[in-house]
């Protein structure tokens, strides 16, 4: 059975930091390019970071550039999303997503509230 779960959301402040976790199972976790997406109501998902099987290529957003850092522990089936510098437009549910080639699969999402 296939499963993602995100995980480390929570409401902070604005500058304040966050480490998302999604942790895989049920499929070759290395074969897969992850991603992570948020959404917020009213809007269509919008892709935050991506990164390659291997760990060795990451792609972001430019809303998160030098603030956010995407990695991946293929030992432990896990990706991870470091977010720094938080601000309240960054608020959103975070979602995790599996891809390779046309098999795609997708976590249940981790909310994330920036406010002061």
């Known amino acids: 059975q296939v499963r993602l779960v995100e995980s480390g959301g929570g409401l902070v402040q604005p500058g304040e930091s966050l480490r998302l976790s999604c942790a895989a199972s049920?499929?070759?976790?290395?074969?897969?390019?992850m991603s992570w997406y948020r959404q917020v109501p009213g809007k269509a998902r919008e892709l935050v970071a991506s990164?390659?099987?291997?760990?060795?290529?990451?792609n972001y957003a430019d809303s998160v550039k030098g603030r956010f850092t995407m990695s991946r522990d293929n030992a432990k089936n896990t990706v991870y999303l470091q977010m720094n510098s938080l601000k309240p437009e960054d608020t959103a549910v975070y979602y995790c997503?599996?891809?390779?080639?046309?098999?795609?699969?997708w976590g249940q999402g981790t909310q994330v509230t920036v406010s002061s």
């Open positions: 997503k599996a891809r390779r080639v046309f098999t795609i699969y």
């Open positions: 049920g499929f070759t976790f290395s074969n897969y390019v």
């Open positions: 990164i390659t099987g291997a760990g060795n290529s990451t």
